[in-house]
T-cell receptor, first 114, second 115 residues
Framework: NAGVMQNPRHLVRRRGQEARLRCSPM?????VYWYRQLPEEGLKFMVY????????ESGMPKERFSAEFPKEGPSILRIQQVVRGDSAAYFC????????????FGPGTRLTVT | AQSVTQLDSQVPVFEEAPVELRCNYS??????LFWYVQYPNQGLQLLLK??????LVKGINGFEAEFNKSQTSFHLRKPSVHISDTAEYFC?????????????FGKGTKLSVKP
């Protein structure tokens, strides 16, 4: 049973470009969470999605960031017009149940904005 | 709102010595508690979790943690550490019975095991 997959593992973008981060949850999991880890900080919740629905986006910056989890295919975190402050590790986690359960993390995508 | 405080940002320890990584949380409602480990340039791996029942929880790699409701603590312990335990450890909470389930993390504790 494959774990949570994320790609790319490393992504370099110039300021102003778009970044697309992909996350394939574990088989049978329909709940996906995105977290951001800044240097010397713990992980911060960004958004929680279930298939085709955004359940909670209270941790997402109001501008330039969006997320989706279509019926078919991986979950996508999109960052438009990236800035240097977006440089971070972005982790995806999946869960088989809604709320309170164990989350399984992917290896992360390390975004560097030059 | 919930918050998690990991009191030590770095803990150096010699191999085969015991270790305790401290975690305190703040919440006006009941929570589930977790410890995760992150090895360099990798994702997070669950060490152990407290959902209900016995307050002493045993996890993988010989780690255990004790939930103390009165002190709102969930400290992680290992009686004898190995070099391979060198990693960063994160304590996290989520609302008990919450419909959202997002984890709230502490800032992490870097455990460095020296020979």
């Amino acid at each position: 049973n494959a774990g949570v997959m994320q790609n790319p593992r490393h992504l370099v973008r110039r300021r102003g470009q778009e970044a697309r981060l992909r996350c394939s949850p574990m088989k049978g999991h329909s709940h996906v969470y995105w977290y951001r880890q800044l240097p010397e900080e713990g992980l911060k919740f960004m958004v929680y999605l279930q298939k085709e629905n955004i359940i909670d986006e209270s941790g997402m910056p109001k501008e330039r960031f969006s997320a989706e989890f279509p019926k078919e295919g991986p979950s996508i975190l999109r960052i438009q017009q990236v800035v240097r402050g977006d440089s971070a590790a972005y982790f995806c986690a999946s869960s088989p149940v809604r709320g309170g359960g164990e989350q399984y993390f992917g290896p992360g995508t390390r975004l560097t904005v030059t | 709102a919930q918050s998690v405080t990991q009191l030590d940002s770095q803990v150096p320890v010699f191999e085969e010595a015991p270790v305790e990584l401290r975690c305190n949380y703040s919440s006006s409602v009941s929570v589930y508690l977790f410890w995760y480990v992150q090895y360099p340039n990798q994702g997070l791996q669950l060490l152990l979790k407290y959902l209900s029942g016995s307050t002493l929880v045993k996890g993988i790699n010989g780690f255990e943690a004790e939930f103390n409701k009165s002190q709102t603590s969930f400290h992680l312990r290992k009686p004898s550490v190995h070099i391979s335990d060198t990693a960063e450890y994160f304590c996290a909470v989520t609302l008990y019975g919450g419909s959202q389930g997002n984890l709230i993390f502490g800032k992490g504790t870097k455990l460095s095991v020296k020979p």
